[in-house]
């Protein structure tokens, strides 16, 4: 779950929030009422649990009327905020913008109806698809440290590592220099060691997830969005 | 990772039973090797990790234990949208990880998460499509195919080395039956033949041998025309020319002190010795056991004893005869000996230039030396 301020979390407490949000193609920014549709879609795996998976999340976005041809692997982001009334105020109360993903188009479609209007449909994927490459390249002492070798792997795909990448590979692995191996490949066989995947977060970053770093069920009493209710502090359990 | 409480913010919502807890890991190291940890009392967790060991798979196993998978499907869920792949998501019925969402972007913000599952169908009769199934299938074909072609490769280079070694066998024997091939015949000896034998080489004329050479030499029975070579070696032996034959002098009349020449142009040894065409004889010494003709005469060593009245004569020379002795003497050597008196001749020129020799006996002293002749 991404950070979110606490303003953020009143206003998505109001039950009369809603949300706003824009895509950025390419530096031009289009707000939802530039946009026909925005749509995204990720899937770790389909059926039976399955671990050393990397999938790569997917967007579809049609823009109304665009003023400009986009190039090659735009880069396309979508943020999100909450906005509501809070109690005892008269303006709208917005949050700040909350990153939805970081996708490079793939395929762009622009058609015009009879009106006139131009729609561009635009297909993209994230930044897990630049590791389709191979590991052709190293500035490691092999056998590497799994820690490193996602790090240079990262660089290689011009993205950060999430920070709770780190917390998940704790085992150090090591692996001998992965002559035929993708990154990707790479990157899912450390992903199998640790009983997880990995996937690009909506802020554009690279994550380690494992299937057993789930938060243990618990029966406490929370609010709408979470925040536990407690009583003289103390959390309540039902 | 966090849990995002939905409650009721949905339209729908499905869950299926947990899986039951993992009990075993496989671990596809390759196509051929893989590694198994645990049992199969529960659900079969496998991977492919070629860097995979045995360690990894029983450390999974452990931290494995007691996991359960709950799988569920929800539709229509006002979702956080700081809600994150891998967050925990619970409503009234369900609780379970976030694997799989489609997110449209909206006032409302919906999105349809899931857990997914397999049908229970396809869980124990697992769907591969055409194209995995296929490809599945040339992949085995390719594998059983250069394993064929291996085992026939290893079969067909024992084979070449059987044979190999068979060839060198024979070509062993044969090579003593080329040796023994060897020994052939040929022409006609009555006339021109030759015969090769496994120890020698001959050559045949009118039924004769005239030459054979074996392992010791050539001998050679016949005419033999040389006009230049050598008889041992270049630097000690004989020279041969087409008019002499030397060994040191290389001409008559030379002035190497040793060696011999035998020429068209005489005989010589050194520088003690010849004899020229005319038959004239240089020698240092000489020694005669036989008979000296001189000027038709022949003189034996006998006859020096005779001398008649004269003494002795040598050569042409003339006897002047101023004594006479009644007895013979006779020399031979240098020895001259009347009866059994010993004398000792001397040999001198006298002063008329005639040669001449005198006697003296050994037993009288200061008898007065004559000369008995000239020669």
């Known amino acids: ?238 | 990772m966090a849990t995002i409480k939905l409650s009721d913010k949905l339209q729908s919502q499905k869950a299926s039973p947990q899986f039951e807890p993992f009990s075993k890991i496989v671990i596809h190291v390759n196509n051929d090797t893989k590694i198994e940890v645990g049992d199969d009392t529960g659900r079969t967790l496998e991977y492919t990790d070629p860097f995979g060991t045995q360690a990894q798979a029983e450390a999974q196993l452990a931290k494995l234990s007691g996991f359960q998978y709950s799988p569920f499907e929800i539709a229509g869920a006002l979702l956080d949208p700081s809600a994150e792949i891998g967050d925990a998501v619970s409503t009234k019925e369900i609780y379970g990880g976030i694997y799989k969402r489609s997110r449209s972007f909206g006032q409302l913000m919906k999105a349809n998460i899931s857990a997914p599952y397999d049908e229970e169908v396809n869980h124990e009769y697992s769907y591969k499509s055409y194209s995995e199934r296929r490809y599945s299938r040339e992949i085995n074909d390719v594998k059983a195919s250069i394993l064929i072609q291996s085992d026939r490769i290893a079969a067909e280079v024992e084979a070449r080395e059987a044979q190999g070694a068979s060839m060198l066998a024979q070509l062993s024997l044969q090579s003593t039956e080329v040796s023994a091939k060897v020994s052939q015949t040929g022409g006609d000896n009555s006339s021109f033949g030759w015969s090769l034998l496994s120890d020698k080489f001959s050559l045949y004329a009118n039924n004769r041998e005239v030459l054979k050479a074996t392992s010791e030499g050539l001998e050679i029975n016949g005419t033999i025309k040389a006009s230049s070579g050598y008889i041992g070696s270049e630097s000690s032996g004989f020279t041969i020319t087409a008019s002499a034959l030397y060994n040191g002098l290389s001409q008559f009349n030379g002035s190497q002190a040793r060696g011999i020449y035998i020429g068209t142009n005489g005989i010589q040894l050194g520088q003690n010795f010849k004899v020229d065409t005319s038959g004239n004889v240089s020698a240092a010494n000489i020694t005669l056991s036989g008979i000296l003709n001189v000027g038709g005469q022949n003189i034996a060593a006998e006859t020096l004893r005779s001398g008649a009245s004269y003494g002795y004569s040598f050569g042409n020379a003339t006897t002047e005869n101023t004594e006479k002795y009644p007895e013979f003497f006779y020399c031979r050597d240098i020895i001259c000996k009347r009866n059994l008196e010993i004398f000792q001749p001397y040999f001198f020129i006298h002063s008329a230039g005639k040669r001449a020799v005198s006697l003296r006996t050994k037993t009288i002293a200061g008898q007065t030396i004559t000369y008995l002749g000239t020669f």
Not at chain 1, 116 to 130: H, Q, V
């Open chain 1, 1 to 238: 779950m991404q950070q979110t301020s606490a303003l953020y979390k009143q206003i998505l407490s109001q039950l009369n929030h809603s949300f706003e949000f824009k895509v950025v193609v390419d530096g031009t920014t289009y707000l939802s009422d530039q946009l026909f549709s925005l749509s995204t879609d990720v899937s770790v795996f389909n059926r039976t649990p399955e671990v050393g998976k990397t999938p790569s999340q997917k967007i579809s976005v049609a823009i109304r009327n665009p003023d400009r041809d986009f190039p090659r692997m735009a880069e396309i982001s979508i943020y999100v905020r909450v906005a509501a009334t809070l109690p005892g105020d008269t303006q709208l109360s917005l949050s700040e913008w909350i990153p939805q993903g970081v996708f490079y188009s793939d395929t762009k479609t622009t058609t015009k109806n009879n009106a006139g209007i131009t729609r561009c449909y635009i297909i993209g994927f994230d930044a897990m698809l630049k590791a389709e490459h191979d590991y052709d390249s190293t500035s490691l002492d092999w056998p590497a440290v799994d820690t490193d070798i996602v790090a240079e792997i990262a660089s290689k795909m011009g993205v950060l590592v999430d920070s709770r990448t780190y917390d998940v590979m704790t085992d150090q692995y090591k692996l001998p220099l992965p002559v035929g191996y993708s990154l990707r490949e790479i990157l899912g066989i450390l992903a199998s060691k640790y009983l997880g995947f990995f996937v690009i977060t909506d802020e554009g970053k690279l994550l380690l997830q494992s299937i057993l770093s789930l938060p243990k069920e618990t029966r406490y009493l929370v609010t709408e969005v979470g925040n536990a209710i407690t009583f003289g502090g103390i959390r309540i359990e039902v």
